[in-house]
């Protein structure tokens, strides 16, 4: 089987990431004139991979990533690849959190989800869910090259447990309309899971 390339692209600014909110998948903001104008210049001033299919994550804010991006390409959604459930926190800020001693808790890793919000570990288990879709059905169709749309967080922690080089989730960080991009070589990844990062969107 022939090693596919999958790039991971993070959505363009929304309002609500100028002003440091939790946003996840109970609220589908778009992107913001701002954000759009940066994905503008970033294509018309960088060379983007070219793909033969494009996947995005549910959210607007992705899928109009997708079309500025990748105009010519119809983006193949996977709804297992929305943004994080941050229960009560969605909307708030770190500021307007900081007396709240679930997010204290949450924050430093003492608890695994937000009240009312989805586990750290059910969103990483959904996020590979996710990829393997999109590696099954890039094999299924003889796809060997696609971008993903995808949210900052989700390829923060979808790297964390799969990536190597191994790196703390924090070391995943990604600007918006950047990313990185992976090598799958099939059987690797079949019998591990294992995905290679070799270059920066």
Known sequence: MRTLK??????????ANLQGRYIGCKTDLPLNPEGVDELRLLR????????????????????????????????CVVE??????????????????????????????EIQAPPNGEANQDFIKRLCVGLNEIVVDMLN???????????????????????V?????VEW????????????????YHSSGIVEVYDIV
């Open 165 to 169: 080089p191994r790196r703390k989730t």
């Open 141 to 163: 169709d003889g796809i060997t090259e696609s971008a993903v749309m995808m949210h900052g967080g989700a390829i923060m922690m979808l790297l964390s447990a799969t990536a």
């Open 80 to 109: 297992n690849l929305r943004e994080y459930d941050f229960g009560d926190f969605e909307g708030k800020t770190a500021n307007e959190l900081e007396g709240y001693s679930s997010y204290a808790k949450w924050a430093s890793g």
């Open 44 to 75: 018309e001033n960088n060379d983007y991979p070219a793909v033969d299919r494009v996947y995005t994550s549910p959210m607007l804010r992705c899928k109009q990533t997708a079309g500025v991006l990748y105009p010519e390409k119809t983006p």
């Open 6 to 15: 999958i790039h991971l692209i993070r959505h363009g600014m929304t309002d």
């Open 173 to 188: 960080t990604s600007e918006n309309g950047r990313g990185y991009s992976l090598l799958i070589t099939p059987s690797l």
